[in-house]
């Protein structure tokens, strides 16, 4: 997700940035019309080819991908929570977060293509038949191969569905819908990508029902960069208000840009009581913690030490629903 969103480190994402757009809702999945001579079947009983569309582009597949090449850490975990990692030949961006440590042992012994991204000759290499991309800037036919060339040599790519425009504000938390949908489809596994769903809406059930009847929390979510202090919108601004809070700067951001810089004047005028970091990176709590204080000392939240951390990287797929949980814990004890 080159920004995410998506996931959506600030530094990560600064680089990032420059592609990973959002596409709220943008894909749906539907079955093939080949006929049932030549339709092949899947273990699950998915009967092949299928065609998924996905942000405006429809993908064929004749049979389940063997070689998959991810390009975010949370669809890598995603991935793997689909009981998929020995289809994983690479993986990219890998500097984008942190794997969650249910992840993290089987992630890394993956072969990274790049902590940023992949050079051409890394994703050839890697022969994948499958692209799960964060977005689609990198194919632009000079730093990698166009779509549609990666296409015509039988390797698709599907995009984050988050992240399909050039306007990541639309980004949600329940984006993973449609992916998992398409997963399922594609690998021929629907019935493993509904028990993943079911467990997904029940944890938002959960937290639903603990903030039911509570006023939302007004927050304001930050973080830092080289000393700059940046706000953030899209799906941080979602999973703040799944999470029963309210973003005080939600829609105040240039017009369709999702992280935006912030005046240290404004946020102190403003003087929020409830501040929500993304820690950026290997950035730790201490470090933000003494950011915050030297810098922002007047500001309520610092001062009453009401300041929550979330990694920047709990803004897609499961990490989203994550960071939806961890916030309701914290803002609703």
Not at 260 to 266: C, G, H, N, P
Not at 271 to 285: A, R
């Amino acid at each position: 997700m080159k920004k995410l969103g998506a996931g959506v480190a600030v530094a990560a994402l600064l680089v990032v940035t420059a592609g990973l757009t959002g596409c709220g809702s943008g894909s749906t999945t539907g079955a093939g019309s080949a006929s049932a001579a030549d339709a092949r079947s899947a273990p699950a009983g998915t009967r092949y080819p299928v065609e998924v569309a996905n942000c405006g582009r429809t993908l064929h597949f004749d049979e389940a991908p063997a070689r998959v090449v991810s390009g975010w850490t949370t669809s890598t975990e995603l991935l793997i929570e689909l009981g998929l990692t020995d289809r994983i030949v690479g993986q990219y961006n890998t500097s984008s977060g942190t794997p969650a440590a249910k992840y993290a042992s089987a992630e890394a012994k993956l072969p990274a293509l790049g902590t940023g991204a992949p050079t051409r000759e890394a994703l050839l290499a890697a022969r994948p038949d499958l692209i799960w991309a964060d977005g689609s800037y990198l194919f632009d036919g000079r730093q990698l191969p166009t779509i549609a060339e990666l296409a015509a040599q039988g390797t698709q790519v599907m995009i984050l569905s988050g992240f399909c425009t050039d306007d990541a504000t639309k980004a949600t938390v329940r984006d993973v819908d449609t992916d998992l949908t398409a997963l399922g489809m594609i690998f021929g596994i629907p019935g493993r990508a509904r028990q993943v769903q079911a467990d997904i809406n029940e944890r938002l059930r959960q937290v639903a029902t603990k903030i039911q009847g509570r006023d939302p929390v007004p927050v304001a979510v930050v973080a830092t960069y080289q000393g700059t202090v940046y706000t953030y919108d899209g799906v941080y601004t979602d999973i703040a208000r799944l999470a029963g809070a309210r973003n005080i700067y939600a829609g105040t951001l240039p017009k369709g840009k999702y992280f935006s810089e912030l005046s240290v004047e404004d946020l102190i005028s403003k003087n929020p009581g409830t501040l929500v970091y993304l820690l950026s990176g290997s950035e730790t709590e201490a470090e933000a913690r003494k950011f915050l204080t030297s810098r922002l000392p007047t500001v309520a939240a610092v001062r009453n030490n009401r300041v929550f951390f979330l990694p920047q990287s709990d803004s897609a797929n499961l990490a989203g629903v994550e960071g939806v949980t961890k916030l309701a814990a914290a803002l609703h004890a």
